[in-house]
């Protein structure tokens, strides 16, 4: 527990602000959860959702609730999700989404041959 009046004080207004983001960020949750399931129905009122959510998290950032680079990141994610076609899936919506298939060979150790011919012999 603080002794000096000013950090009394502090503390006080670090709770207050601490509360208040809380419920910011519990809001911004609900709006991107609700636009992330009007994206994957397909319904109706997506694209206001997908506004509302949005509107919600540049305003945040705004005031400083989250950063500014965070607002940006979950919205162009939103905006993402938003842009793909109907038929696919993802994790948000908690199907499994496809996996690509890579043509990539498979390693056949020449590390190993590399890594014991820098080794100093004798």
């Known amino acids: 527990m603080a002794n000096i009046k000013g950090q009394i004080k502090r503390n006080r207004q670090n709770e207050r602000r601490r509360l208040r983001n809380k419920a910011v960020r519990s809001e911004l949750k609900s709006r991107?959860?609700?636009?992330?399931?009007?994206?994957?129905?397909?319904?109706?009122?997506?694209?206001?959702?997908?506004?509302?959510?949005?509107?919600?998290?540049?305003?945040?950032?705004?005031?400083?609730r989250i950063h500014k680079n965070q607002a940006a990141r979950r919205t162009s994610r939103l905006m993402q999700r938003a842009a793909r076609p109907a038929g696919t899936t993802t994790r948000a919506t908690g199907a499994t989404a496809k996996k690509a298939t890579g043509?990539?060979?498979?390693?056949?150790?020449?590390?190993?041959?590399?890594a014991g011919?820098?080794?100093k012999r004798g």
């Open 32 to 64: 991107v959860k609700v636009a992330d399931q009007a994206i994957a129905e397909g319904s109706a009122d997506a694209p206001e959702a997908l506004r509302q959510a949005q509107k919600r998290l540049g305003k945040a950032a705004a005031r400083g």
């Open 103 to 114: 043509t990539r060979k498979k390693a056949t150790g020449t590390r190993k041959k590399a």
């Open 117 to 119: 011919a820098t080794k």
